[in-house]
């Protein structure tokens, strides 16, 4: 079975970055590796991918950088993961008898749902967990 790898993990930081800045404009690639804490080499392949898939826009030129290519409600994490990953939970014996299949094909819808958030979502959630840190101070 496939898992979720640092491509995955960083992909959605990097998300979820342009996200919180959504509308304000674009966010330079040196900007996102800090703010997510991304080697900026690394950052670039993974950018590179969400851009041929069509998750964001690049701007060019010495004060370009990337945007979402659609509101942060309309991008689901599964598209992100998908998109950087590939699918998320295989069979790791294509010779498994198909009932096995069947389950696999379950476990499969299963993570969909558990991804289904937007990034809208996250975005809410992160706000929601910084009020409730201001509390503690």
Not at 33 to 58: C, D, F, M, V, W
Request: one cysteine or more; glycine letters at 10%.
């Amino acid at each position: 079975m496939a898992g979720i790898s640092t491509k995955g993990s960083y992909g959605l930081a990097a998300m979820y970055e342009l996200a919180l800045h959504y509308g304000q404009g674009h966010l330079q690639i040196r900007d996102i590796a800090e703010k997510a804490h991304i080697p900026p080499n690394y950052l670039e392949q993974i950018l590179a991918t969400l851009r041929k898939e069509g998750l964001i826009q690049s701007i060019r030129g010495a004060g370009g950088g990337y945007l979402l290519a659609k509101a942060p409600a309309q991008i689901h994490v599964y598209e992100i993961l998908f998109t950087l990953e590939g699918e998320l939970c295989t069979p790791a014996d294509e010779g498994l008898q198909p009932i096995l299949h069947l389950y696999w094909g379950r476990v499969r819808e299963e993570m969909k749902s558990v991804f289904h958030e937007s990034l809208q979502d996250l975005v809410d959630q992160g706000n929601a967990l910084n009020q409730q840190s201001m509390y503690f101070i």
